[in-house]
């Protein structure tokens, strides 16, 4: 199975602030990479497919680079309703491993 | 626009079984792929499993194979997941979405809380 490798686990910052998440692959994955935004009590949320292609409705501050075994979710002006859990996921193979979760609180 | 309703919360013993239903309207039910994704309290997401409605085929990861049964019923477009031999280890909220076959999951369920107690 490819493990998924999530970092940091957790991120404190404030309104405005450009926010940093990455995810590592165990072995290549091409850009089949997926990222949701998870609000307690709350469903998860595509945000972003293949790796850096933003969802319909999302806003542009968030973005995702990356391609192989090393992938990045951006927020470049961190908003209030931006605090939540951001997963990553790769859609390449079976089984479709998660990341182990990002919280970004305040 | 593809809705999921998924049941209500499910309070089961040790050893037994759960069924959860997520039931599926808009679009073309049997063009799409469903996965069951699990999230204990607290945790993370945990892939269970899969299925592709044309064909009937599923995955499931390697813990729960042997466990758990993924269908999809085209005449009422609901997709299942059973689990057996529940232990308290199971105890989460399980979720179906909708696969955009390597473009993620685009739709989600509510949740079904299992609470798996003696």
């Known amino acids: 199975d490819i493990q998924m490798t999530q970092s940091p686990s957790s991120v404190s910052a404030s309104i405005g602030d450009r926010v940093s998440i990455t995810c590592r692959a165990s072995?290549?994955?091409?850009?089949?990479l997926a990222w949701y935004q998870q609000k307690p009590g709350e469903a998860p949320k595509l945000l972003i497919s293949a790796a850096s292609n933003l969802r319909h409705g999302v806003p542009s501050r968030f973005s995702g680079s990356g391609s192989g075994t090393d992938f990045t979710l951006t927020i470049s002006s961190l908003q209030p309703e931006d605090f939540a859990t951001y997963f990553c996921?790769?859609?390449?193979?079976?089984?479709?491993?998660f990341g182990r979760g990002t919280k970004v609180d305040i | 626009q593809v809705q999921l309703v998924q049941s209500g919360a499910e309070v089961k013993k040790p050893g037994s079984s759960v069924k959860v239903s997520c039931k599926v309207s808009g679009g073309s039910f049997s063009g799409y792929s469903f996965a069951w994704v699990r999230q204990a309290p607290g945790q993370g997401l945990e892939w269970v499993g899969g299925?592709?409605?044309?064909?009937?085929?599923?995955n499931y990861a390697k813990k729960f194979q042997g466990r758990v049964t993924i269908v999809a019923d085209k005449s009422t477009n609901t997709v299942y997941m059973e689990l057996n031999s529940l232990r308290s280890e199971d105890t989460a909220v399980y979720y179906c979405?909708?696969?955009?076959?390597?473009?993620?999951?685009?739709?989600w369920g509510q949740g079904s809380l299992v609470t798996v107690s003696s």
């Open positions: 072995q290549g994955i091409g850009n089949w």
């Open positions: 996921q790769q859609t390449n193979t079976f089984p479709r491993t």
């Open positions: 299925v592709v409605t044309f064909g009937g085929s599923s």
């Open positions: 979405a909708k696969d955009s076959s390597g473009w993620g999951y685009d739709s």
